[in-house]
């Protein structure tokens, strides 16, 4: 039987990009791995997702949580460079 964590392992996010997906989205984590698993494998995909980050990361520095966009800003730096600015 698969864990979350060995689906997090398996997936070619890291566990800070699945849960600003499901942060985003609004949606479980199982969900949001499912859906950005998906979503890195074409040039739209991770288009989308580095918007999402990049997104929830301004609403959070609009509402006054500049430690959690911090956070956000770094995981989409990250994601960035792993995988390119496209």
Same mark, same amino acid.
């Not at 398996?10 to 990009?17: A, G, T, V």
């Not at 918007?51 to 730096?77: P, S, W, Y």
């Given at each position: 039987?698969? %864990?979350?964590? !060995?689906?997090?392992?398996?997936? !070619?996010?890291?566990?800070? @990009?699945? /849960?600003?997906?499901?942060?985003?989205?609004?949606?479980?984590?199982? %969900?949001? /791995?499912? @859906? &950005?698993?998906?979503?890195?494998? %074409? %040039?739209? &995909?991770?288009? #989308?997702?580095? *918007?999402?980050?990049? &997104?929830?990361? @301004?609403?959070? @520095? #609009?509402? &006054?949580?500049?430690? =959690?966009?911090? =956070?956000?800003? #770094?995981? =989409? !730096?990250?994601?960035? +460079?792993? *995988?390119? +600015?496209?």
């Amino acid at each position: 039987m698969l %864990t979350l964590r !060995d689906c997090i392992d398996f997936s !070619d996010l890291k566990e800070e @990009e699945i /849960l600003a997906i499901a942060e985003c989205e609004q949606i479980p984590i199982v %969900t949001a /791995l499912e @859906e &950005g698993e998906s979503m890195v494998h %074409t %040039t739209q &995909g991770r288009k #989308r997702i580095a *918007f999402m980050i990049k &997104g929830q990361a @301004e609403i959070c @520095e #609009r509402m &006054g949580n500049t430690v =959690h966009a911090q =956070h956000l800003n #770094r995981v =989409h !730096d990250a994601f960035i +460079k792993r *995988f390119g +600015k496209h």
